[in-house]
């Protein structure tokens, strides 16, 4: 399986970005995904999860409200709409995809994830 995220970059606070994360080579159809990020000497941080059919999310309790997790299946893509974004937003954004067949829930520990993409950066500026 391959990950390829895009969409990021540098945002004045209080802007919006969108990430993408294209996915091939899949052994199951509409596997659970998710987005982490992660900075410098911190571990990676949970941000959303989605199911594989898209009917359930969670987000952390940082991205909730301010961000929206959403996939498109026919075209093997999920996204992460960022609105209202913060200095402390700034960060490498990571898709992962679980391999199961079990699509119905969302998973939120990275542990749980046997994929992961090379990461996006996402900048902040106050």
């Known amino acids: 399986v391959q990950l390829v995220e895009s969409g990021g970059g540098l945002v004045q606070a209080g802007g919006s970005l969108r990430l993408s994360c294209i996915a091939s080579g899949r052994t199951f159809n509409r596997p659970p995904m998710g987005w982490f990020r992660q900075t410098p000497g911190k571990d990676r941080e949970f941000v959303a999860a989605i199911s594989g059919g898209g009917g359930r999310a969670s987000y952390s309790d940082s991205a909730k409200g301010r961000f929206t997790i959403s996939r498109d299946n026919a075209n093997d893509t999920v996204y992460l709409q960022m609105n209202s974004l913060r200095p402390e937003d700034t960060a490498v954004y990571y898709c992962?995809?679980?391999?199961?067949?079990?699509?119905?829930?969302?998973?939120?520990?990275?542990?749980?994830?046997?994929?992961w993409g090379q990461g996006t950066q996402v900048t902040v500026s106050s």
């Open positions: 992962a995809e679980r391999s199961t067949a079990i699509s119905g829930d969302y998973y939120i520990r990275d542990i749980e994830y046997e994929h």
